[in-house]
C-alpha cells in the first residue's frame, strides 16, 4: 500500500527555503549523507556493543556509487535501518533528530555519533530533482520501506522487499548539477569531507596501470583513514608518524617539515583530540595556505578556525576535532559558547606549555628556531594577556651581534650603561642592520647594545612592552645623535643668537634637494671636533605612527603625513664653527651664495642624506658627478 503526505512543517511554505537557502556550499550534502550513514552504522555497533543486536554485523562499509545512465548517485550503509514509523518520525517531520533521541536512550556507549539526521537529509534537494530511501531496519520483522520525494512538500511511502539492513539514499542528480555525476569530482569530495570517518568508505574499486591503461582490480577502494593519528595515544607514536601525517594533511607542502608540534587529547571537561603543528613560514603566502583543520568526530566541518583557536593560532597547521563545539544544523558555521571558550584556554595553554618546556629543556634549539617561532609569540603576546604572562618568561630579544636574551637577561645586561639620567632604561634597536650600520657603531663605540627589531610586528610588539616594562623605552638607533639618545648629565646649552640660527637654518635649506612628501628641520649640536658635521635623524616618535600606520587601517591618517626628517649640525666641527661665526657678521643671501659657490656644506649635506638612505635619482647623480669633480 502506497502511503501519500505533506512533509510536516511548522510554518507554512518553508520547505523551500529550507532547500534552497539553508545551506551555502552546494557539495556539503555529500558529506551530510554520508555522515548519515556513517552514523547509523555507529549505531548497529552500539546496539550490538550492550547486546540489543544479536545479529552478525558483516561488512559495515558505506558505498558510494555513480549510475551516469541513470543519472543517479547512491549512498549505501548497513547499519541501524529504518522502519515505516521512524521513517515517517525522522525524515517527514523536519527538525527531529533520531541521533538526539538515541544519545538519550545510549548516552554512556553512544560510540561517537556524529550529526542529525534530519535537516542534514534535506541539502540533497539542492543538487537532485528526486531524492529516494530504501530502508530497512536492523529488526528483522519489520518490513522494508521506499520514500520518495521530487523536492516538494508531498512523498509517497511504501513497503518494498530488501534483503538486507541498512538505507539507500538514492539521488537522481538534476540537470544543472551534472558535475556530481563525475568520477573525479566525487573522489574530490570525498576526500575534503569524508578523508577521516570511524566507517570505511568504499568508492569503486582500487586501479592498476594495465595493457597502457588503469583497469579495476577486485579491491575495494577504501578512501578514508578510520584511525587517524589524532585519535591514537601519543605514547605510542614516533616522530616520522606524525611528519608523515602532516604530509597526508598537507601534500603540496613539499619542501619544509613543521618545528614541532602538540598532540591534543583531552576527555574532561570537554573532548577535544588533534594534533597542531608549528610551521616555518617565510612569507605571507605561507599563513594562508596551510590553515587547521576542524572536525566533529571524524567529520570534516571547515578550515576556518578563528572561534575555536585564538587568533593567533591560527597561524599553526593541523587537526582539532571535538563533539562538544555547537554547530549550526549545516555544521559550516560556529556558535560561541561556553564550551569554545574553555577549548580555546585549553589549545592556548598547551601552546604555551609546549614552548616553555623547549625553552627550559633545550634552549639551544630554541634559539635556532626562534625566527619562525617569533611570530607566533609576538602574536600571541599582543592578543592574548594570559598568553603575555606566560611568553614574558621565554619570549626572546635578539641583538645585532646574534646573541639572544630573554627580557630580564637583557634587563640585566644593559641597565649600568643604558640606563639615562631619569632613570629609564634606554634599548636601542635598529629596523635594518645594513641601511643603519653607521648609527649601530656608533652605539657600539660607545659600549651600548643594539637589538635587532625587524620583524613583521616588531614596531607593535615593542609598543607592548613600553606598556608593560616599567621605565623601559625603546630607541631607534638612528633616531637622534648617540650622545642624546641616552643623555646622561644635562645638556649644555649652545650660545647662538637667533640671528644666527634664522640666517644658517635658512643657508642650510637651500642645500637641501626637494623629495616628495619629505620635510627637513635643522638643529645645531655641539658634539666634539671628531663627529661629523652633518648629521640626519628621524624622529622615533613621527616614524614609528607612519610604520603602524602601514599595518592598521585605523592610523591611515598618520601614512597621509610627510616624513619629518632632522639635520643635525655638528657646532664643534671647524667647518660649521666657521658658518656660524660668519652668520653673525654676514647677510644671509651673501652667505647662501658663498656656500653654494664653494659646495662645501652641499657635499656634507650630501653625504649625510645618503647615509640615510635619502639621496636618489637626480640629486644623488649631482653628488656623484660633483664628488669626482673634486678629486
Not at 107 to 121: P, T
Not at 274 to 293: A, C, E, H, T, V
Not at 402 to 427: C, R, V
Amino acid at each position: 500500500m502506497v502511503q501519500k503526505g505533506q512533509i510536516g512543517v511548522t510554518t507554512d511554505n518553508i520547505f523551500p527555503i529550507i532547500k534552497k537557502f539553508l545551506y551555502s556550499d552546494h557539495e556539503i550534502f555529500l558529506r551530510e549523507i554520508v555522515s548519515n550513514a556513517v552514523d547509523a552504522t555507529q549505531k548497529l555497533k552500539t546496539l550490538a556493543d550492550v547486546g540489543e543486536f544479536k545479529g552478525e554485523l558483516g561488512d559495515l562499509s558505506v558505498r558510494v556509487t555513480i549510475d551516469k545512465k541513470k543519472k543517479t548517485l547512491t549512498v549505501s550503509d548497513r547499519g541501524i535501518g529504518m522502519s515505516a514509523e521512524e521513517l515517517d518520525k525522522y525524515i517527514n517531520q523536519i527538525a527531529l533528530s533520531s541521533a538526539n533521541d538515541f544519545l538519550d536512550k545510549y548516552k554512556d556507549n553512544s560510540n561517537a555519533i556524529i550529526g542529525h539526521f534530519g535537516l542534514g537529509f534535506y541539502s540533497t534537494f539542492m543538487v537532485a530533482k528526486k531524492v529516494e530511501i530504501v530502508t530497512k531496519s536492523h529488526n528483522q520483522e519489520a518490513p522494508a520501506v521506499k520514500w520518495s520525494c521530487d523536492g516538494s512538500p508531498e512523498y509517497t511511502m511504501e513497503e518494498v522487499k530488501k534483503e538486507d539492513r541498512g538505507t539507500d539514499i538514492i539521488l537522481h542528480i538534476d540537470e544543472d548539477n551534472k558535475e556530481f555525476l563525475e568520477k573525479e569530482k566525487i573522489e574530490s569530495l570525498l576526500k575534503k569531507y569524508c578523508k577521516f570517518l570511524p566507517i570505511p568508505i568504499v568508492y569503486g574499486k582500487k586501479q592498476e596501470w594495465k595493457d597502457g591503461k588503469y583497469v579495476d582490480t577486485e579491491e575495494d577502494n577504501v578512501i578514508n583513514e578510520v584511525n587517524p593519528l589524532w585519535k591514537q595515544m601519543p605514547a605510542g607514536l614516533k616522530d616520522e608518524d606524525y611528519l608523515q601525517f602532516y604530509r597526508t594533511l598537507y601534500p603540496m607542502s613539499f619542501t619544509d617539515e613543521p618545528l614541532f608540534w602538540i598532540h591534543l587529547n583531552v576527555d574532561y571537561p570537554f573532548n577535544l583530540t588533534g594534533i597542531l603543528y608549528f610551521p616555518k613560514i617565510k612569507s605571507n603566502l605561507d599563513l594562508q595556505r596551510n590553515k587547521i583543520q576542524l572536525y566533529s568526530n571524524q567529520v570534516y566541518v571547515t578550515d576556518s578556525v578563528e572561534g575555536i583557536v585564538p587568533e593567533f593560532l591560527t597561524l599553526l597547521h593541523g587537526v582539532i576535532d571535538s563533539p562538544d563545539i555547537p554547530l549550526n544544523v549545516s555544521r559550516s558555521y560556529l556558535q560561541s559558547d561556553q564550551n569554545v571558550k574553555k577549548i580555546s584556554n585549553h589549545i592556548t595553554k598547551k601552546v604555551a606549555d609546549k614552548l616553555e618546556e623547549l625553552f627550559k629543556k633545550e634552549r639551544p634549539r630554541f634559539e635556532e628556531k626562534w625566527e619562525s617561532l617569533k611570530l607566533f609569540i609576538e602574536y600571541g603576546m599582543l592578543s592574548e594577556e594570559k598568553f603575555y604572562d606566560r611568553a614574558a618568561k621565554f619570549v626572546l630579544l635578539k641583538n645585532s651581534e646574534q646573541q639572544s636574551y630573554t627580557l630580564e637577561e637583557y634587563k640585566e645586561l644593559t641597565k649600568g650603561a643604558q640606563t639615562d639620567k631619569n632613570g629609564d632604561l634606554i634599548w636601542l634597536y635598529a629596523s635594518n642592520q645594513q641601511e643603519q650600520y653607521a648609527s649601530i657603531e656608533a652605539a657600539r663605540e660607545k659600549g651600548y647594545d643594539v637589538l635587532l627589531m625587524d620583524g613583521q610586528l616588531d614596531i607593535h610588539w615593542m609598543g607592548l612592552l613600553e606598556q608593560k616594562l616599567e621605565k623601559t623605552r625603546f630607541v631607534r638607533v638612528d633616531s637622534d645623535i648617540i650622545d642624546h639618545i641616552i643623555e646622561k648629565e644635562e645638556k649644555s646649552t649652545l650660545e647662538m643668537s637667533e640671528k644666527q640660527k634664522e640666517t644658517l637654518i635658512e643657508v642650510v635649506k637651500s642645500q637641501l634637494p626637494v623629495i616628495e612628501k619629505t620635510e627637513f628641520s635643522v638643529d645645531f649640536k655641539a658634539l666634539g671636533e671628531s663627529s661629523k658635521p652633518v648629521q640626519i635623524t628621524q624622529n622615533e616618535f613621527s616614524r614609528r605612527m607612519k610604520e603602524m600606520a602601514a599595518m592598521q587601517q585605523q592610523m591611515a591618517f598618520y601614512g597621509e603625513m610627510p616624513d619629518s626628517y632632522q639635520l643635525v649640525l655638528n657646532a664643534d666641527h671647524p667647518y660649521i664653527k666657521e658658518l656660524i661665526e660668519q652668520s653673525e657678521t654676514g647677510e644671509k643671501e651673501e652667505l647662501k651664495a658663498t656656500v653654494t659657490t664653494e659646495a662645501k656644506l652641499k657635499q656634507m649635506v650630501d653625504l649625510a642624506l645618503l647615509a640615510g638612505g635619502l639621496l636618489k635619482g637626480e640629486a644623488l647623480n649631482n653628488f656623484v658627478k660633483r664628488t669626482f669633480e673634486m678629486i
